[in-house]
C-alpha cells in the first residue's frame, strides 16, 4: 500500500515539476520527492504489511 501511495507521490511531483507549479510556500516538488521516498523506505522496511500468523491451537 505504502509502495501505492509513493507512486502516485512521485506522479504528482512529476506533473507539478512539468507544469512549473507550486501548491503553496511549504509543498513543493522537493516535499514530495522527500514524502515519496519516505513512503517506498517504510514499505521496503515492511510497516504496513499485513503478515498474520497462524495461531497455534491445543488438543485437548
Do not use: E, K, W
Not at 519516505?38 to 491445543?58: E, K, Q
Amino acid at each position: 500500500m505504502l509502495a501505492i501511495i509513493a507512486a502516485v507521490i512521485f506522479g504528482l511531483a512529476l506533473l507539478l515539476d512539468l507544469a512549473d507549479a507550486s501548491l503553496g510556500s511549504v509543498v513543493n516538488g522537493a516535499t514530495l520527492i522527500t514524502a515519496g521516498l519516505l513512503c517506498v523506505a517504510l514499505h521496503l522496511a515492511g510497516v504496513g504489511t499485513s503478515v498474520r500468523r497462524p495461531a497455534f491451537r491445543r488438543r485437548r
